[in-house]
Structure formats: C-alpha cells, structure tokens
C-alpha cells in the first residue's frame, strides 16, 4: 500500500541530491541529515523553506517508500518537527 502523507511532512529529493546523499530515488530508503544542509543542496520552494529553516541543523530522519511517487520524503515519525506535540 502507497503512503498517502500530508502535504506537509513531505520532503522532494532530486536525482542529484539522491546521488549526493546515497539514497535512492525510486526504491524504498532513508537518511539522517541536519535540515540545513538538506535546505543548502538545493534551490528550494517556499514549502520546503518554511519547512526546513526552524529546524536549523537538527537532524531529521526522513523515509520513502518502494510505491511512493520519486523522490517524495516524509518524516519518519509521519510528523512535522516544527509542529507543537497535541
């Protein structure tokens, strides 16, 4: 079954930046990475900006699926770090 995330808590990871990072862009993965350094491989969107930037270089731990669509990330927990615990 394909994970449907919220748009939110999802993260894109070009081919380059799978490459760079040795993940797979594909296949199902995972990686530990500072935001900061995440948010600099890239040209980001506003999405991604506001995303990443609060955390700073706190790591975030980020997973795909094998059926996920190319590239799209999600947290590994399923939430948003900037996001007060309910």
């Known amino acids: 079954m394909s994970y ?20 797979n862009y594909f296949e199902a993965s995972e990686i530990s990475i500072p935001a900061n350094v995440l948010l600099r491989s ?6 991604h900006v506001d995303l990443l930037s609060p955390l700073g270089s706190a790591y975030i731990h980020i997973i795909r699926d094998e059926g996920d669509a ?17």
């Open 4 to 23: 449907n995330p919220n748009p939110l808590n999802i993260i894109y990871l070009d081919r380059d930046q799978c490459d760079d990072f040795e993940v």
């Open 42 to 47: 890239k040209d980001y969107d506003r999405h």
């Open 70 to 86: 190319p590239g799209w990330y999600r947290f590994a927990d399923g939430k948003n770090p900037n996001e007060s615990p309910a």
